[in-house]
């Protein structure tokens, strides 16, 4: 009896000292999603109306995302950064009677903004981005805004890069109890 | 083939002769570099830069594999001092005898156990025409079965050095003759084909540099320079062990903290002001994808893994991933010391932010002397090569055609200890980083290959890895889509190489590519769908297979087949 309870404690022991592991996880035989050979959807940048002008509340759109031309294939600027190029397209969004749509990249700090370029009749531009995180919005602006810092007109659509999803895992998840004020959020 | 492979993987396991010793969980440390003093093989969770909690549930947790250091238990003295690189000149009929071998290496102020061929780090550079054949007669003196693998050479498929394939491995003591062939210009590079994770982590690497046989091929320089560019994982107590049965790291790969350019810590070079330098550039590290920088200079890109480009392009940094080789000529204009550099973009997994992170890879000092000839009139020309450009016409017509096969890229994992599944299940890291060496190196380093599968899936027949078996003619030319699945449970950057043929990237996501150069490494981006024209002019039973050496041995390969008057299918 005592080696059975000997044995029954030093097995309860030894599971409670055991990693507990998955099942398999992860992609099952033959489900493999739609391969294309245009710009992959994943990184596609919903761009979405603020509803604040007129002509502009229906509209919508997206930004593909592709890295930029390369001889490496994977295009990295000097300071590692991701370097993409962007193709945007709005549909529903009236004429600009008065200036134009200029397209623009923005740190999620806002503290850098570059000009990708006005649209075009079709309400279309490509430009480059060279940040791993940012956002695309489109303005209103009294013209064509060339060498422009920033904008200085009304948002009309805005969107956020696939990175921009990505945030502190503090507070919830697996580290539910690690206070996020720690980490500066 | 794969019945052969599972075989012989089974009996390497039972042929190993290192016994994992035992595991020290006091020996983990979450600080990593503040170890104490122990046993070395002793498993303890890799040093690296912790900003952030540890991963609940992990505390204690060691990788399921045993330990495995080189030479364990031996007095490194007993080991000869590895030497610097030399260069051996082979003229079409020679042999090199090559020794594969345990070396003490001193790095930076430690010593360690590790291998080199004929004692060297990196090993012999071979030096041959292109044209010419060489015999290389090579003697197994490590620890480990092993082969060597002549990485690009379009050479005879019995040469190719994979193990089950080719060859049967080269046992402690025994021999193999390998048979060279350089058909084509460039930088190539050789490595064990049979435990990459360890062997060539360890030392077991060199090039190869086929020279044209025409002077114009590449336009003129003041000097050339080889550089081999690697990283290796230690702590205080020494190199991190490997997994013994099976790697760790099987996640992301082995990201080293010490950076090795030629094998040192400390390279150094020193030019005079004007001086055109073309670099030889190949990354040998497991799984790090370099971002080279030279700063205070101006560089152009001029070829890469087996020719030249179509055009020659200035680039403003050299992305390199595992196994690529780039050809790059630098100008350096200003009197000064510059750095060479390793700049990324690093992650922070839990804080969910990018950041910028360098690495210093070497020195060039450049001296106030004007160079006596100045080649800076055929370096601001940025050559138009109509060779490359000639040799690509038959193949043109085949850019804008159906894929004749499509692959996807994707893992499974089993097994894992759960905290790692659930915080992957809820991962925010939505765009890959390039550098993974981050705040969350338990979670790769638990991972081991009999936890985790990389897998090649056939899109049309749903094979997977080994199982997939393409059977070619010689001649033909063999559209390949490649698909990275960027919602796999771990997405990553691939590089995909190719064995005994030659590739063309003709696109990627739609795109055409507007300056072709043949390859056999490409490494294909999380999302991307890259699509490759393979010229099959080599018969034979090759591989393809991810170079992430630790992706490799979690069954990321495929074979296939190249005959004599068939046709593909």
Excluded at chain 2, 315 to 339: C, H, K, M, N, W
Aim: with cysteine.
């Amino acid at each position: 009896m005592k080696r059975l309870l000997f044995l029954a404690a030093f097995l309860l022991t030894a599971g409670a000292l055991t990693l507990p592991v998955s099942p398999s996880v992860g992609s099952p035989a033959g489900s493999t999603c739609a391969v294309g050979d245009g710009p992959p959807r994943y990184y596609a940048i919903d761009l979405v109306t603020t509803r604040r002008l007129p002509g502009a509340r229906m509209a919508r759109g997206k930004a593909d995302v592709v890295f930029a031309r390369s001889p490496f294939g994977l295009a990295l600027s000097a300071d590692g950064s991701y370097v993409y190029e962007l193709l945007i397209s709005i549909d529903n969004l009236a004429p600009a009677r008065n200036g134009a749509y200029v397209a623009w990249v923005t740190t999620p700090q806002l503290d850098q903004r570059v000009r990708l370029g006005a649209l075009d009749a079709d309400h279309k531009v490509s430009g480059s981005v060279g940040w791993n995180k940012f956002l695309v919005v489109v303005t209103l602006e009294d013209d064509e805004a060339e060498g422009a810092q920033s904008w200085t007109g009304p948002v009309v659509v805005r969107g956020m890069s696939r990175s921009g999803l990505m945030h502190t895992q503090a507070g919830h998840g697996p580290f539910e109890a690690e206070p996020c004020a720690v980490y500066g959020y | 083939m794969k019945y052969l492979m599972r075989h012989l993987t089974v009996a390497l396991v039972i042929l190993s002769p290192i016994v994992a010793m035992g595991q020290d969980h006091n020996m983990m440390n979450h600080a990593g570099m503040e170890m104490g003093a122990g046993d070395s093989l002793a498993w303890r969770m890799p040093p690296m830069n912790m900003s952030m909690p540890m991963l609940p549930g992990l505390e204690n947790a060691v990788p399921v594999v045993g330990p495995f250091l080189a030479g364990q238990g031996m007095n490194p003295m007993i080991f000869p001092e590895g030497e610097p690189r030399r260069v051996v000149e082979m003229a079409d009929g020679d042999t090199l005898h090559l020794e594969a071998s345990l070396i003490r290496r001193t790095i930076g102020e430690k010593v360690f156990v590790m291998y080199g061929y004929n004692r060297q780090y990196p090993g012999p550079l071979i030096r041959a025409e292109r044209g010419s054949e060489v015999t290389v007669h090579f003697t197994n003196n490590i620890e480990l079965p092993t082969t060597v693998h002549w990485h690009g050479l379009r050479l005879d498929n019995a040469s190719d050095g994979v193990p089950g394939v080719t060859q049967p491995p080269v046992l402690r003591g025994e021999s193999f003759t390998y048979q060279l062939k350089f058909p084509d210009t460039g930088i190539y590079w050789y490595h064990p084909h049979m435990r990459e994770d360890i062997q060539q982590d360890l030392g077991l690497y060199g090039n190869m540099l086929v020279d044209p046989e025409n002077e114009g091929y590449y336009s003129p320089v003041n000097r050339e320079e080889v550089l081999v560019l690697d990283d290796l994982l230690v702590d205080a107590t020494g190199i991190i062990p490997y997994g013994d049965e099976a790697p760790t790291h099987a996640l992301m790969g082995r990201f080293g903290n010490v950076m090795l350019t030629n094998g040192m810590t400390d390279y150094g070079l020193s030019v005079q002001r004007g001086e055109v330098v073309r670099f030889y550039i190949t990354n040998v590290a497991n799984s790090r994808t370099f971002n080279l920088v030279f700063e205070g200079a101006r560089a152009k890109i001029v070829a890469s893994d087996v020719s030249k480009y179509e055009r020659e392009d200035y680039v403003s940094s050299v992305v390199i991933a595992p196994a690529e080789r780039y050809v790059v000529e630098v100008l350096f204009d200003e009197p000064g010391t510059f750095s060479i550099k390793n700049k990324v973009q690093a992650i922070n997994h839990f804080r969910g932010v990018f950041y910028p992170e360098e690495h210093l890879l070497g020195t060039v000092e450049v001296g106030e002397d004007a160079v006596s000839v100045s080649h800076r009139e055929e370096f601001e020309m940025a050559r138009v090569n109509l060779d490359v450009a000639e040799d690509l016409l038959r193949y043109r017509s085949e850019f804008d055609r159906t894929p004749d096969h499509t692959l996807e890229l994707t893992l499974r994992v089993k097994g894992l200890p759960l905290p790692i599944v659930r915080s992957m299940e809820i991962d925010t890291l939505y765009v890959p980083p390039v550098e993974w060496n981050d705040a969350m190196p338990m979670m790769n380093w638990l991972s081991s290959a009999e936890q985790v599968d990389w897998v090649i899936r056939d899109v049309d027949t749903g094979r997977e890895n080994m199982d997939i078996d393409w059977s070619f003619g010689v001649g033909d030319v063999v559209k390949i889509r490649v698909f990275n699945n960027p919602k796999s449970f771990h997405p990553m950057h691939h590089p995909f190489h190719i064995h005994g043929q030659r590739f063309l990237v003709v696109s990627m996501d739609g795109v055409k590519n507007p300056n072709l150069v043949w390859k056999d490494t490409a490494i294909v981006p999380v999302g991307s769908t890259m699509d490759f024209l393979v010229d099959m002019s080599n018969p034979g039973d090759w591989m393809a297979h991810c170079h992430i050496a630790e992706h490799l041995h979690s069954g990321m390969m495929l074979g296939f087949s190249v005959t004599e008057g068939d046709r593909s299918q």
